[in-house]
């Protein structure tokens, strides 16, 4: 079992729309909770993060992460065409020698139509 | 602060062929990182290098795939020989494990296709 799930949709909104996002994950062991999007031909780049369980506000963004359900979302409010992206769920683990690693689900396509 | 460099950015071979591909990553990141990501998948990494060892190469195709990180800067991911399904874009991360949550920044990545 892939250790986090993501629907990989595609998921077409119109603009203007609340977006919602989601993943599950396995391993209790993963501490930060993180979204990343992707933009056609570029590497992933950071949204946000998060630590605990609970809401984090940034802008029209919202990261949630629900430990006990082992649950994370991400909300976009008002979304527009500049929108449209892969978003990447992830996890990190530490992996010892004070560095840690990051696991991936398979990233939700996002269109937000004019 | 300038990003996480990638070259080349595209590269065509024929199976059995080898390819190499190079990274510079942020200035003073000790933490370096290869991803594989295939067309419509998560990237899955491949390897993982804290200055110029090796943490973490446990899905790293050894028979095909390998890596350095000399003096703890550059790296060099290579395969040789190539088969059909290592067509994916390989990316680069760095981190600098300041903050517990580990910011990894990733470079464009290299498009690589096996024909």
């Known amino acids: 079992q892939k250790e986090v799930e993501q629907d990989p949709g595609p998921l077409s909104v119109p603009e203007g729309a609340i977006v919602s996002l989601n993943c599950t994950y396995s391993n209790s062991a993963f501490q930060y909770f993180m979204w990343y999007r992707q933009y056609s031909r570029k590497g992933p780049e950071l949204l946000m993060y998060?630590?605990?369980?609970g809401n984090k506000e940034d802008g029209r963004f919202t990261a949630q992460v629900d430990k006990s359900s082992k649950y994370i979302s991400l909300f976009i409010r008002d979304s527009q065409p500049s929108d449209s992206a892969t978003y990447l769920c992830?996890?990190?683990?530490?992996?010892?020698?004070?560095?840690?690693?990051?696991?991936f689900g398979k990233g939700t396509k996002l269109s937000v139509i004019p | 602060e300038a990003g996480v460099a990638q070259s080349p950015r595209y590269k065509i071979i024929e199976k059995r062929q080898s390819v190499a591909f190079w990274c510079n990553p942020i200035s003073g990141h000790a933490t370096l990182y290869w991803y594989q990501q295939i067309l419509g998948q998560g990237p899955k990494l491949l390897i993982q290098f804290q200055n110029n060892g090796v943490v973490d190469d446990s899905q790293l195709p050894k028979d095909r795939f390998s890596a350095e990180r000399l003096k703890g800067v550059d790296s060099t991911l290579k395969i040789q020989p190539a088969k059909l399904e290592d067509s994916a874009v390989y990316l680069c991360?760095?981190?600098?494990?300041?903050?517990?949550?580990?910011?990894?920044?990733f470079g464009a990545g290299s498009r690589l296709t096996v024909l």
């Open positions: 992830a996890s990190t683990l530490y992996s010892g020698a004070g560095s840690y690693q990051l696991t």
């Open positions: 998060t630590y605990s369980s």
């Open positions: 991360a760095s981190s600098s494990n300041t903050q517990g949550a580990n910011v990894l920044t």
